[in-house]
């Protein structure tokens, strides 16, 4: 299988390196793309050191995969050429997610999908708050329908890229030694704070994240008029975003009921145990390409309720990201997950 990957030095690119190095698609000959600044640079894969070259789209020519992780206005640019010559774009940015003619995949959610259309196309990877959400949401929508679904948000800096991790290693090192950093990558110093809103706000008091989260989940979930409630906020955590989901189910429940339905679901790590140490956090979960709940309960005083809430936590890299883009790769190419 020919594999390209645009964008490749950067932090999701990097990623998706990796991510691709421990698939189950075995016989991957790769290529490597950046900025012409980047030409040269070297990243292993699988035991061989590649050249990473500079971008043309005349070089992609006769390579039907191409992983892109280089921005939304280079995506605007390039993927439909690159899609007339012949290759199926796994795109990153939020480019073409809203585009009614591309699909917006989770595979765990809709990866039924890919099967339907194998030509060249683009398909677009999800905003990453979206992504652990609805794969949390999957398993509750088939069961017990879905009402209303309210998230409250715990982001980390690396969701704003290596300026927002370096925003935060400079501020952070700088409250060590009682000085203060103008902020840049945020409005407001990061360091041992809270910024509630992400992205541009618009004349309705929305930021650009929360509409994203809503307009998104409605698409992937096939459910145009749910009702989705979202406010997202940035924190001080380096890796991994966090989501506090409270949803209105359109039955009644127990509590083991929604265990189980979590227990059986694709691409999640159920934690059942109520304490505090087993809890899965930002810190416990760097790293890893799947999608941790817990804390799942009902209403305080009620044994059965259309009213759950849940913990939810993935590293936004990984999940929300880069693995999911090689799910989707591996998906195209027949792999069962």
């Keep these: 299988m020919n594999v390209a990957i645009v964008g490749a030095t950067g932090a999701v690119g990097r990623e998706m390196v990796r991510d691709l190095e421990e698939s189950k698609l075995t016989d991957v000959k790769l290529r490597l793309f950046a900025s012409p600044r980047s030409k040269g640079a070297k990243i292993s894969f699988r035991d061989h050191m590649h050249e990473v070259e500079a971008y043309s789209t005349e070089a992609l020519k006769g390579i039907p995969y191409v992983l892109m992780s280089a921005g939304g206005s280079f995506s605007k640019e ?18 073409w997610r809203m585009d009614p003619e591309t699909a917006l995949v989770v595979p765990e959610v809709n990866g039924d ?11 677009a990877n999800p905003n990453c708050s979206t992504i652990q959400m609805v794969v949390a949401l999957k398993p509750l929508a088939d069961r017990f329908g879905l009402d209303l679904v309210q998230v409250a948000t715990y982001q980390s800096v690396s969701g704003t890229g290596q300026k927002g991790i370096a925003e935060l290693a400079g ?12 902020p840049k990558a945020y ?13 541009v706000f618009d004349t309705d008091g929305h930021c650009y994240e929360e509409i994203k989260m809503v307009q998104e989940t409605r698409k992937i ?16 955590t380096f890796h991994c975003h966090g989501e506090m989901v409270t949803v209105k189910l359109k039955k ?28 899965p956090t930002p810190r416990t979960v760097t790293g890893d390409g799947r999608v941790f709940v ?3 309960r009902l209403q305080y005083g009620h044994n059965s ?8 936590v993935a590293d936004n890299l990984k999940k929300g990201a880069a693995t999911n883009a090689v799910q989707i790769l591996e998906t195209l190419a027949g792999v069962k997950h």
Excluded: C, Y
Excluded at 265 to 271: C, F, R, W
């Design 78 to 95: 390039v993927s439909r050429a690159l899609v007339a010559q012949g290759s199926t774009v796994i795109d990153n940015s939020s480019a």
């Design 113 to 123: 999908l890919l099967v339907k259309n194998s030509k060249p196309q683009i398909i």
């Design 171 to 182: 501020q952070l090192e700088a409250k060590m030694k009682f000085q203060d950093v103008e």
């Design 187 to 199: 409005a407001q110093p990061i360091a041992f704070n809270l910024l509630p809103g992400i992205d």
């Design 221 to 236: 979930m096939g459910l145009p008029n749910l009702d989705v409630f979202a406010a997202t906020v940035r924190v001080p």
């Design 252 to 279: 009644s429940i127990t509590r083991a009921e929604a265990l189980d339905a979590f227990r059986t679901a694709k691409g999640i790590v159920l934690n059942e145990k109520d304490d505090h140490a087993s809890q």
């Design 294 to 296: 817990s804390r799942v």
């Design 305 to 312: 309720s259309p009213w759950l809430q849940f913990w939810n």
